[in-house]
């Protein structure tokens, strides 16, 4: 499906551990780690293409204990079925559980992307620039040059993609978009 790469996560691992879980929020840490063990189960069965098992068990953990992350792949879960506004709705309540969480701004966007709604989606990716909390920030600089190169505003397109490679050298996705569009302005 074209939005795992859309939205920069290609299947990688958790990095988070249960110690972040354990330290977001208040209540029991029982709960927690509950939550999280659900957590766990429902990216796995999302990896799986178990789409409605996963959506069950996000909604689970979420019951146990909301994370601003299993309300993001939640919406990441809705954004596989092509179920992008309840996604967005989702990525709404993650910001609202954790403004500072990066992903769900960045996810917001690339989902007004797939909808067609390019200029809606800027916001969305220069608010996740800014987050405090976000282990990909090279993720919006790539897909804020793709809404410039579909705006034809080519040297703010180009320009993303090397904002995208400074905060990553190694982002594939980032270097073969900026070599793509320079070689095609030549």
């Known amino acids: 499906m074209r939005l795992r790469t859309t939205l920069g996560i290609f299947f990688i691992s958790l990095t988070m551990d249960i110690q972040d879980f354990i330290d977001q929020g208040d209540g029991p840490e029982d709960d927690k780690r509950e939550a999280w063990t ?23 953990s979420l019951d146990t204990h909301p994370t601003a992350e299993a309300y993001t792949f939640l919406g990441w879960t809705y ?31 690339a989902y007004l992307i797939e909808k067609g709604e390019l200029d809606e989606a800027i916001s969305w990716f220069q608010k996740a ?15 804020l040059g793709r809404v410039y190169e579909r705006k034809g505003n080519w040297t703010e397109a180009i320009d993303s993609y090397k904002q995208a490679l400074t905060l990553n050298p ?15 302005l030549n």
């Open 38 to 60: 659900l957590f766990q189960q429902a990216y796995e069965r999302q990896m799986k293409g178990e789409l409605e098992e996963a959506i069950k068990l996000y909604k689970q």
């Open 79 to 109: 954004s596989f079925m092509g179920r992008l506004d309840e996604a967005i709705d989702e990525c709404r309540h993650a910001i609202a559980q954790d403004p500072d969480f990066g992903n769900p701004y960045n996810d917001i966007g």
């Open 129 to 143: 620039m800014t987050a405090k909390r976000y282990e990909s920030p090279a993720f919006p600089h790539l897909n």
């Open 170 to 184: 190694d982002y594939t996705l980032a270097r073969k978009a900026l070599g793509r569009l320079i070689s095609s």
